[in-house]
């Protein structure tokens, strides 16, 4: 008789992951993604223009799922966003004792502890969302509570635009497995197709439905129709592309290197349980291969990053269980309780992390030495160039009086935030330092990051050529305030 609840080891392994990425989540004075702060402040836009909900960039299923938190603050936001990839902890636990994979205590290490999930599983992002709502689709698909599932798998692409793919697959699942009709007329039961293509057909409807609703209340709210997006395959070359390896080794660098070692043991052993539900597992493979491919040919402006591929953690974990599982019938207890210290000393490192946040990339910012910890990475602390945003903020807000202002970088929205300041210039607007629409006395706020870019075009020189006056400098002249005269 099979066991129904989690055993205590799994608990407290749990609670040893989710207080790192807690710590994390308390302690974190900087923001892993610039992306972040542009989808928290837009959720706190909801509250006072309705329409920003259905926000195409901010994807409506995230911004539907952090809304209300987002209300209460960044901290609260990102609370909840670390509740939702807890719970997604726990479904994997479900999932591995319903699996009889045994070793269960080792489960929350091989998930908490990957590399990227201290610093992706709270952040006001997608990652975590599309994550919980993607495991959860297979949790209950697999318990064959197949309207749920269907909603879940058509949640998806609210998230993030490449669930649709996903959302193909789980069509594919459904019409070619037991009572599928597609499965039934390949094998002649000519009197059972027009039932299971009922059923089938209902299912498609209900994964559909989410899609169609974001698409006709953003169209009638903001005159968009996010489904376009799939018809323009490559909106701009700024995002370029990469080796086709590329996503392998986000994937090595990502969960880490233990983690994937013991992932490419559980790859090649096979489940317990032989079951068509299972084949919903390889989704999450097949999901690797389409960014790879998608980054490859330079496709959706997809920048190959590697958060992009954070929600398989949950994925990762069982499959590695599986492998450290097969390690104790060969070798005994001693390898689990090694893989157990090497997955958990990884991830307190998170050597990627350590490695890769930094501002040595903004131009005109001199490069300083990298120091790294061997013990645990430290909490992230505002670059130079991010001080240097918040010295401009601050001094923008004692300073402007009551004349407009606009930045290109939206840490300085979301530093003037608090309080807000009014007068706000949409960057997108279609400002140049030339606009006649740039009355005089304008501020900006300018930065060598952002501002220069081809889509705003505030580089110095035309800013001198059009009457911009420096009033101040900070980060090495990373960040400037000026005035137009």
């Known amino acids: 008789m099979r066991a129904h609840r989690l055993p205590t080891g799994f608990w407290l392994s749990w609670l040893l992951g989710m207080a790192w990425c807690l710590y994390r989540a308390l302690v974190n004075e900087a923001w892993i993604l610039d992306d972040e702060l542009s989808h928290f402040l837009i959720s706190q836009d909801v509250w006072s223009d309705s329409k920003e909900l259905w926000h195409p960039w901010s994807r409506p299923g995230r911004n539907l799922l952090q809304v ?3 209300y209460f603050g960044i901290t609260v936001a990102r609370l909840w966003t670390l509740a939702l990839a807890g719970i997604t902890v726990w479904l994997a636990g479900r999932e591995a004792l319903s699996l009889r994979l045994g070793i269960l205590w080792m489960l929350p290490l091989l998930i908490c502890f990957q590399w990227w999930f201290p610093e992706l599983s709270y952040p006001v992002l997608t990652q975590s969302p599309f994550m919980m709502v993607w495991f959860l689709g297979v949790f209950l698909a697999r318990r064959k509570h197949l309207f749920w599932a269907a909603l879940c798998w058509g949640y998806l692409p609210l998230i993030r635009h490449e669930g649709i793919a996903l959302s193909g697959l789980w069509g594919l699942w459904v019409i070619f497995g037991p009572g599928g009709f597609a499965k039934l007329f390949f094998k002649g039961k000519w009197h059972e197709v027009g039932p299971a293509f009922g059923r089938a057909a209902l299912l498609g409807v209900v994964t559909l439905s989410p899609l169609i609703v974001m698409n006709v209340m953003t169209w009638w709210t903001r005159g968009e129709l996010p ?32 983690v994937v070692v013991f992932l490419g043991w559980g790859m090649f052993r096979p489940w317990r349980d032989r ?4 084949l919903l597992y390889w989704t999450y493979p097949a999901y690797l291969v389409l960014h790879t491919f998608i980054f490859w040919k330079g496709l959706f402006a997809s920048g190959g990053y590697y958060h992009f591929i954070m929600p398989m953690a949950p994925w990762i974990g069982l499959v590695a269980l599986k492998g450290i599982a097969a390690m104790r019938s060969c070798w005994g207890q ?39 910890s061997w013990i645990a990475a430290p909490p992230m602390r505002l670059s130079r160039f991010g001080k240097g945003l918040e010295h401009a903020a601050n001094w923008l807000h004692e300073n402007r009086g009551d004349e407009p202002w ?26 140049q330092p030339d606009s006649p629409s740039l009355k005089r006395g304008t501020f900006l706020v300018w930065d060598s990051h952002y501002s220069t870019q081809s889509q705003f075009g505030f580089s110095l ?7 911009w006056v420096e009033l101040g400098s900070w980060a090495h002249g990373t960040v400037r305030v000026f005035r137009k005269n």
């Not at 079951?275 to 299972?278: E, G, R, T, V």
């Not at 390898?335 to 050597?351: D, E, I, K, R, S």
């Not at 020189?461 to 009457?467: S, V």
């Open 406 to 431: 606009l930045s290109h970088h939206v840490a300085v929205s979301y530093f003037l935030s608090r309080p807000p300041l009014d007068g706000h210039l949409d960057p997108w607007g279609g400002y």
């Open 461 to 467: 020189e035309r800013l001198a050529e059009n009457g």
């Open 275 to 278: 079951d068509w539900s299972l």
């Open 68 to 70: 209300i938190p987002s």
């Open 334 to 372: 001693r390898p689990v309780v090694a893989a157990a210290a090497l997955t958990v000393y990884g991830g307190l490192l998170m050597l990627q992390q350590q490695w890769q946040v930094s501002d040595g990339h903004i131009e005109g910012m001199p490069e300083t030495r990298k120091e790294i």
């Open 227 to 258: 489904v376009a997006m799939f018809f323009e395959a490559k909106p701009t070359e700024y995002y370029g592309s990469g080796p086709i390896w590329w996503y392998l080794a986000h994937l090595l660098w990502g969960a880490g290197l233990p």
